[in-house]
Nanobody, 114 residues
């Protein structure tokens, strides 16, 4: 089955850290760029970070640059999002997807609150 499954979300205090994981299956993972997105309540889904198929090229939204790091392990068919210095405005459901995209997974909830 072609799918991505996100995990690693949770409740964290402002300034804290979380590491999200996205396990991919059913397609040749190492051939595709991968992306992390997020959707906050009442807002549209936005692109947060991208990584090329070899894991060398990365790009970030201005709102997370310097705080978030995307990486991938092609041997494990997994892409990660390390999130540091979290802020309340980072609260959202986080999704991963490839380029071109598959059907969306369920995402993982990240809540930043004291």
């Amino acid at each position: 089955q072609v799918q991505v499954v996100e995990s690693g979300g949770g409740l964290v205090q402002p300034g804290g850290s979380l590491r999200l994981s996205c396990a991919a299956s059913g397609f040749a993972f190492s051939r595709y760029g991968m992306n992390w997105y997020r959707q906050a309540p009442g807002k549209e889904r936005e692109l947060v970070a991208t990584i090329g198929s070899f894991g060398i090229s990365t790009n970030y939204a201005a709102s997370v640059k310097g705080r978030f790091t995307i990486s991938r392990d092609n041997a494990k068919n997994t892409v990660y999002l390390q999130m540091n210095s979290l802020k309340p405005e980072d609260t959202a459901v986080y999704y991963c997807n490839r380029s071109p995209p598959l059907d969306w997974g369920q995402g993982t909830q990240v809540t930043v609150s004291s």
